[in-house]
């Protein structure tokens, strides 16, 4: 496959002239293409000429191999006549080497050549042995044209390649022209996207600014709010604690009797001022919560005495017997860093909660360990509540609709929300209608 398809000297000037013809004659005939034979030739005439003035000629032989590639090359090697100075080749013009795809010096069989080749395109006809000997055939038969014929032939490239340049000089200019009225037309589109982006940067900055003024103006309006929960609060529970003890006086049997309408009357007035105070007492109680007065102290909180005090203190609030109070104690070691005070206080309000909305079924408490938290889960068989009630529930002063109203303020899920955020925590509710309800406490074991 690598037995050479032809062989011949350069001797003398006309050899260029004829290296050159068989140059293009040998690459078209294993398919190179038109712009590439005349690549081909034009390096093997500027690499003769350079060869028969400094070293008297070469043997040139063109030939077929394999590269690393896999793809087929067209390689030709010039065996010079006298020892190449130094062993080395620089050819005089430095644009050859750009015409074929390798040009160098090699040692073949302790024989210096230069070598040049340039790659068979894939579609080009398979050089099969068969092809080869073909070719090789062909080539042998063939005769060389005269001087003249072959710079005729040259003049003619040369005046397709002038042409091809001056198309491609043409070309050139009317792409630079469509470039130059692109980049106008981006130039002006850019100036007004700058335009436009410092008109809307404005308007952001004035609705920042607004923004700004808006939001300092809701902080003043909420610490008024918490000031005069505080405020009205504290003084309101003064004059309502006296109201019920006087109530109790009145009821009290060492006082005069009174008949039945008047205790009636008194009950109701001990009733409401009761309610009364717990309103006031948890309007302070989430006053304090919204102005950061309520600061943890976080120790170990031993969740099993904490249970136990829950059980014994809420057995009072049993509506009836169709309703049980479940507080199940969590497993030994059952610890948690946190304020003791402020979660018996969010537990008992959920559990309240729990018993208070729960009319037949089981109120339960139970506590579950995760490998850095604990997860305290309140959860009741009472009538549940929407998913879109979900969140409205921790609003304040919100309580859920429903057939029968059941007392209270709407402010205990918000507060103890509140305090759970502070015990650096998380209070979810998981509820559907018929299904009950489930609030989930999730404490970090370590406090942070």
């Known amino acids: 496959m690598n037995a050479p398809l032809l062989q011949m000297p350069l001797r003398v000037e006309r050899d260029i002239f004829v290296l050159r013809q ?23 005439s500027e690499v003769a000429r350079d060869l028969l003035l400094g070293v008297g000629g070469a043997d040139v032989v063109f030939a077929v191999a394999g590269a690393a590639d896999g793809q087929r090359h067209l390689r030709v090697d ?17 644009a050859v080497a750009r015409l074929v795809d390798t040009l160098g010096v090699v040692t073949v069989e302790e024989v210096t050549v230069v070598r040049m080749s340039r790659r068979v395109p894939a579609t080009a006809q ?14 042998g038969k063939s005769s060389p044209g005269t001087a003249e014929e072959e710079l005729a032939t040259q003049n003619s490239q040369l005046i397709a390649a002038l042409d091809e340049v001056r ?70 529970r003064a004059p309502v604690t006296a109201i019920i003890g006087l109530a109790r006086l009145l009821g009290d049997s060492a006082s005069d ?55 014994g203190t809420l057995r009072a609030l049993h509506t009836g017997p169709e309703v049980e109070l479940v507080v199940e104690d969590p497993a030994p070691p059952a610890t948690v860093r946190s304020d003791e005070v402020l979660l018996a206080q969010v537990l008992r309000n959920l559990l309240h909660n729990g018993l208070k909305f729960t009319t037949r079924g089981e109120v339960r408490l139970r ?47 918000p507060y103890a929300r509140r305090l759970v955020t502070l015990l650096g925590g998380d209070l979810e509710l998981a509820s559907a209608p018929g299904q009950g309800s489930t609030f989930t406490v999730s404490l970090p074991a370590d406090g942070t």
């Open 22 to 44: 068989r140059g293009r004659e040998v690459a078209a005939a294993v398919g190179l293409e038109h712009q590439d034979q005349v690549r081909l030739a034009t390096a093997l």
């Open 78 to 94: 010039l065996a010079p006549v006298r020892a190449l100075p130094d062993g080395r080749y620089e050819p005089q013009s430095g």
């Open 126 to 139: 398979a050089l099969t042995s068969e092809r080869l000997a073909q070719l090789r055939a062909q080539l």
């Open 167 to 236: 198309s491609q000089r043409d070309e050139l200019a009317r792409l630079n022209e469509e470039l130059e009225q692109t980049n106008r037309g981006v130039l002006a589109l850019y100036h007004q996207l700058t335009d436009e982006l410092e008109e809307t940067n404005r308007g952001v900055v004035a609705l920042y600014a607004e923004l700004d003024e808006k939001s300092a103006q809701l902080r003043a309006a909420s610490e008024s709010k918490t000031r005069f929960l505080a405020n009205v609060s504290h003084e309101l």
């Open 257 to 311: 009797p009174l008949t039945s309408e008047q205790e009636q009357q008194v009950g109701l007035i001990r009733s409401s001022a009761s309610d009364l105070l717990a309103l006031v007492n948890e309007l302070l109680d989430l006053a304090k919560a919204e102005s950061g007065r309520i600061e943890p102290e976080l120790t170990e909180v031993d969740l099993r005495a904490v249970f136990g005090q829950l059980r």
């Open 367 to 413: 506590a579950e360990r995760g490998t850095d938290y604990w997860r305290l889960v309140v959860s009741d068989t009472g009538p549940g509540i929407p998913a879109e009630l979900h969140e409205r529930v921790f609003e304040e002063f919100y309580q859920v609709p429903g057939p029968t109203r059941v007392g209270g303020t709407g402010l205990g899920l």
